[in-house]
Protein backbone atom coordinates (compact mmCIF):
# COMPACT_ATOMS: atom_id res chain seq x y z
CA UNK A 1 0.00 0.00 0.00
CA UNK A 2 2.82 2.58 0.99
CA UNK A 3 4.13 2.42 -2.72
CA UNK A 4 0.81 3.26 -4.26
CA UNK A 5 0.19 6.23 -1.50
CA UNK A 6 3.54 7.99 -2.20
CA UNK A 7 3.16 7.53 -5.89
CA UNK A 8 -0.37 9.28 -5.51
CA UNK A 9 0.61 12.09 -2.99
CA UNK A 10 3.10 14.96 -2.10
CA UNK A 11 2.22 15.06 1.81
CA UNK A 12 4.75 13.28 3.37
CA UNK A 13 2.27 13.88 6.71
CA UNK A 14 -0.07 11.68 5.22
CA UNK A 15 1.77 9.09 4.78
CA UNK A 16 3.26 9.30 8.31
CA UNK A 17 -0.14 9.14 9.77
CA UNK A 18 -1.09 6.27 7.65
CA UNK A 19 1.71 4.40 8.65
CA UNK A 20 1.04 5.15 12.33
CA UNK A 21 -2.50 3.92 12.06
CA UNK A 22 -1.22 0.56 10.10
CA UNK A 23 1.28 0.41 12.74
CA UNK A 24 -0.84 0.57 16.01
CA UNK A 25 -1.04 -1.89 18.35
CA UNK A 26 -5.01 -3.60 19.52
CA UNK A 27 -6.28 -3.71 22.56
CA UNK A 28 -7.83 -7.10 23.32
CA UNK A 29 -10.22 -8.03 25.73
CA UNK A 30 -7.78 -9.28 28.35
CA UNK A 31 -6.68 -5.44 28.44
CA UNK A 32 -3.63 -7.00 26.89
CA UNK A 33 -1.68 -4.85 23.67
CA UNK A 34 -0.74 -6.79 20.53
CA UNK A 35 0.95 -5.60 17.44
CA UNK A 36 -0.96 -6.29 14.54
CA UNK A 37 0.63 -7.73 11.29
CA UNK A 38 -1.70 -6.28 8.57
CA UNK A 39 -4.65 -4.53 7.93
CA UNK A 40 -6.50 -2.33 10.06
CA UNK A 41 -8.66 -3.64 12.81
CA UNK A 42 -12.33 -4.57 11.87
CA UNK A 43 -14.85 -1.60 12.95
CA UNK A 44 -11.56 0.29 13.46
CA UNK A 45 -12.16 4.19 13.23
CA UNK A 46 -9.80 4.41 10.32
CA UNK A 47 -10.81 1.31 8.17
CA UNK A 48 -13.04 2.94 5.93
CA UNK A 49 -10.91 5.91 5.62
CA UNK A 50 -7.91 3.71 4.47
CA UNK A 51 -10.26 1.55 2.14
CA UNK A 52 -11.65 4.43 0.54
CA UNK A 53 -7.80 5.89 -0.25
CA UNK A 54 -6.49 2.36 -1.17
CA UNK A 55 -9.58 1.07 -3.43
CA UNK A 56 -10.09 3.85 -5.14
CA UNK A 57 -7.01 3.33 -7.30
CA UNK A 58 -6.51 -0.56 -6.75
CA UNK A 59 -10.64 -1.18 -7.52
CA UNK A 60 -12.50 1.82 -9.04
CA UNK A 61 -9.51 3.23 -11.19
CA UNK A 62 -9.07 -0.40 -12.40
CA UNK A 63 -12.06 -0.88 -13.08
CA UNK A 64 -12.81 2.28 -15.34
CA UNK A 65 -9.33 1.16 -17.16
CA UNK A 66 -10.22 -2.90 -17.55
CA UNK A 67 -13.94 -3.03 -17.29
CA UNK A 68 -15.45 0.20 -18.30
CA UNK A 69 -18.69 -1.17 -19.45
CA UNK A 70 -19.16 -2.76 -16.60
CA UNK A 71 -20.61 -0.76 -13.59
CA UNK A 72 -19.88 -0.65 -10.24
CA UNK A 73 -20.60 0.45 -7.06
CA UNK A 74 -18.40 0.84 -3.90
CA UNK A 75 -18.14 1.76 -0.28
CA UNK A 76 -15.70 1.59 1.45
CA UNK A 77 -14.32 -2.48 1.08
CA UNK A 78 -17.79 -3.78 0.03
CA UNK A 79 -18.94 -3.90 -3.75
CA UNK A 80 -21.15 -5.33 -6.58
CA UNK A 81 -20.20 -5.10 -9.75
CA UNK A 82 -22.77 -5.77 -12.91
CA UNK A 83 -21.70 -8.03 -15.99
CA UNK A 84 -24.15 -9.12 -18.77
CA UNK A 85 -23.61 -12.71 -18.25
CA UNK A 86 -22.40 -15.69 -15.90
CA UNK A 87 -19.33 -16.26 -18.20
CA UNK A 88 -18.33 -12.32 -17.69
CA UNK A 89 -18.54 -12.08 -14.32
CA UNK A 90 -17.11 -15.25 -13.37
CA UNK A 91 -13.92 -14.06 -15.49
CA UNK A 92 -14.25 -10.82 -13.55
CA UNK A 93 -14.01 -12.60 -10.72
CA UNK A 94 -11.18 -14.38 -11.09
CA UNK A 95 -9.67 -11.10 -12.51
CA UNK A 96 -10.35 -9.42 -9.01
CA UNK A 97 -8.89 -12.13 -7.24
CA UNK A 98 -5.48 -11.64 -9.58
CA UNK A 99 -6.05 -8.13 -8.71
CA UNK A 100 -6.14 -8.50 -4.97
CA UNK A 101 -3.38 -10.90 -4.36
CA UNK A 102 -1.00 -8.18 -6.26
CA UNK A 103 -2.12 -5.58 -3.26
CA UNK A 104 -1.94 -8.44 -0.35
CA UNK A 105 -5.56 -8.34 -0.25
CA UNK A 106 -8.47 -10.99 -0.29
CA UNK A 107 -11.77 -11.78 -1.45
CA UNK A 108 -14.17 -12.42 1.31
CA UNK A 109 -14.79 -16.00 0.52
CA UNK A 110 -18.45 -16.19 1.78
CA UNK A 111 -19.45 -12.89 0.27
CA UNK A 112 -17.65 -13.11 -3.09
CA UNK A 113 -19.69 -14.68 -5.36
CA UNK A 114 -21.47 -14.40 -8.56
CA UNK A 115 -25.15 -14.33 -8.44
CA UNK A 116 -27.71 -13.81 -11.08
CA UNK A 117 -30.22 -10.47 -11.00
CA UNK A 118 -33.91 -11.90 -11.63
CA UNK A 119 -36.56 -9.61 -12.54
CA UNK A 120 -39.58 -9.26 -14.74
CA UNK A 121 -37.45 -9.58 -17.61
CA UNK A 122 -34.94 -12.06 -16.34
CA UNK A 123 -36.71 -15.37 -15.35
CA UNK A 124 -34.24 -17.79 -15.65
CA UNK A 125 -33.88 -20.04 -12.34
CA UNK A 126 -30.34 -19.96 -10.74
CA UNK A 127 -29.88 -21.01 -7.11
CA UNK A 128 -28.75 -17.59 -6.69
CA UNK A 129 -30.88 -14.64 -7.12
CA UNK A 130 -30.57 -12.25 -4.00
CA UNK A 131 -27.54 -10.51 -2.52
CA UNK A 132 -26.82 -7.64 0.70
CA UNK A 133 -24.99 -4.71 -0.14
CA UNK A 134 -25.17 -1.59 2.65
CA UNK A 135 -27.91 -3.22 4.76
CA UNK A 136 -30.66 -3.76 1.93
CA UNK A 137 -30.93 -6.85 0.23
CA UNK A 138 -31.53 -6.58 -3.66
Same mark, same amino acid.
Given at each position: ?5 ? @?????? =? ?6 ? =???? *?????? @?????? +? @?? +? ?9 ? /???? #? ?5 ? =? ?15 ? /?? /???? *??? /???? #? ?13 ? $? ?9 ? @? ?5 ? +????? +???? $?????
Amino acid at each position: MMNTVR @KHTDNP =WLIVYIQR =WLGA *SIQIPN @KEFVMR +T @KG +TPQGGVISPVL /ANLF #LHYTFDK =WMEKHHPGKPFARYADD /AV /AHCH *SKK /AAEQ #LKSELEYRRREFDLE $LHPVKTHVMYC @KDANRIL +TYSEI +TFDF $LGYTF
